[in-house]
C-alpha cells in the first residue's frame, strides 16, 4: 500500500483509509461496523487503519450501532491492601476486552444496585463483569430485571439466569492444608474470618470450611484465631494467640494477600524465618508469592483463567447468545512450593 497524501492535518479520516485501502468510503464504514465486507477487503482496510494509526469515533459509533463496545467492570476497592488481589483480575479483563475490540469501564466504588442502574441506564456499556458477588446480592437481581448481558464472579445463593465464574476455594484450603501435612507439620493456625463475611461470602465460608475438613482428616489441631481488628495492629494483638509456642511443627495459613503480608511482618518482628522456624501457606498469586524475601508456598486464585473464562461467557452474551445459564468453579492448580515451606521431622 502506497501512503496517500492527506487532504487536511491533523487526525486520519475514513476518507484516507478508504484511498490508502483502495475502496469507497462507504465500504469503509461497513467494516468499522459489522456489516457485510468481503474478508479480502476487510483485511486492506484493517491494514490501512493500522499504517494510518486511525481510531473510529466511538460516539459516532454508538450512534449508528446502539452498542458502546465498552463493558464495565464493577469491584470494590474500599482498602489499598485490597488492590493486591483485585488488580491482576482487572489487567486481564482488561487485556482480553482490548482483543475482542472492548474497552473496559472500571466502577470501584460500593453503589450497589444504584451503580448498576446508573450506568445501565447512561447507554455506557453493554454488559456487565461484577466482581465479590454476595450470597444475597441485591445487584443480581437488578441485573436480572434490566436483562443487560452480565457475568457474575462470585456465586449467589440464585444466580437468576446470570452466568456465574468462581474459585473452587474449599479444594484450594485442602491443597494448603495437604502442604501443612505432608511436611510433618501438626498444629495449623489460621486467623477466623468475620461470621457476616462467611455468611456474605460463598468463596470464604468455602475456603474455612475446606480447611476445616482437611486439617481433621489429616489429624491436625487447628487453632482459628478470632481477630476483634481485621488491621495489622490488630494480628500484632493477636500474635501470641496466632504463634503459640512457635516452631517447625506449626504453619499458618493465609487466605488473602492482606494476611500473608501481615504474616510475614509478624515472623520478621518476632526473629522467626519462615521455611526454618515456622511455615506459611497461602492463596495468594504467584507474582505476589514470589516477592517475599522468603517466596511464600501458595495456591494461586488463577486471576487470568477466571477472567479469560468471564469474559468468554460476556462476549458470548454481546454476540446474542441465549444458552442456559453456567455455573464454572474453577479448580486451583497445585500447590507451588517455596522457601516459606519448613520440612518438619516426622
Excluded at 447468545?321 to 522457601?339: G, I, K, M
Amino acid at each position: 500500500m502506497k501512503h496517500p497524501s492527506r487532504g487536511r492535518r491533523g487526525a486520519p479520516t475514513s476518507r484516507d483509509v478508504a484511498a490508502l485501502a483502495g475502496v469507497a468510503q462507504s465500504t469503509v464504514s461497513a467494516a468499522i461496523n459489522g456489516g457485510p465486507v468481503a474478508p479480502d477487503t476487510k483485511r486492506r482496510i484493517e491494514e490501512a487503519m493500522r499504517m494510518l494509526k486511525y481510531q473510529p469515533n466511538a460516539g459516532a459509533r454508538t450512534l449508528r450501532t446502539n452498542r458502546t463496545n465498552a463493558i464495565a467492570m464493577v469491584v470494590h476497592l474500599e482498602q489499598q491492601d485490597d488492590a493486591a488481589e483485585t488488580v491482576p483480575y482487572i489487567d486481564s479483563v482488561v487485556e482480553i476486552a482490548r482483543r475482542s475490540d472492548y474497552d473496559v469501564v472500571l466502577s470501584t466504588l460500593r453503589e450497589g444496585v444504584d451503580g448498576i442502574a446508573r450506568l445501565a441506564g447512561r447507554a455506557i456499556c453493554d454488559g456487565f463483569l461484577v466482581m465479590d458477588v454476595e450470597s444475597h446480592d441485591a445487584r443480581v437481581g437488578k441485573l436480572a430485571e434490566l436483562g443487560v448481558p452480565a457475568v457474575l464472579v462470585g456465586r449467589p445463593a440464585d444466580p437468576q439466569g446470570l452466568d456465574v465464574v468462581d474459585l473452587d476455594t474449599r479444594e484450594a484450603g485442602r491443597l494448603l492444608v495437604d502442604e501443612l501435612a505432608d511436611t510433618g507439620h501438626r498444629r495449623v493456625a489460621m486467623l477466623a474470618e468475620p461470621e457476616e463475611a462467611e455468611r456474605e461470602y460463598k468463596f470464604i465460608s468455602d475456603f474455612v470450611d475446606g480447611v476445616r475438613t482437611r486439617a481433621a482428616e489429616r489429624e491436625l489441631t487447628l487453632d482459628l484465631i478470632a481477630v476483634e481488628d481485621q488491621s495489622w495492629p490488630g494480628v500484632q494483638a493477636a500474635a501470641d494467640r496466632l504463634l503459640g509456642r512457635a516452631d517447625a511443627r506449626l504453619g499458618l495459613i493465609a487466605r488473602t494477600p492482606r494476611v500473608t503480608q501481615w504474616f510475614m511482618n509478624l515472623l520478621q518482628l518476632r526473629g522467626l524465618i519462615p521455611g526454618r522456624d515456622i511455615s506459611v501457606v497461602s492463596r495468594c498469586t504467584d507474582e505476589l508469592a514470589k516477592s517475599f524475601a522468603f517466596p511464600v508456598s501458595n495456591v494461586s486464585p488463577q486471576p487470568r483463567e477466571m477472567s479469560r473464562i468471564a469474559m468468554e461467557f460476556l462476549i458470548e452474551r454481546l454476540g446474542g447468545s441465549d444458552v442456559p445459564a453456567r455455573t464454572v468453579l474453577v479448580r486451583p492448580e497445585p500447590l507451588v512450593r517455596r522457601a516459606s515451606t519448613a520440612i518438619s521431622p516426622s
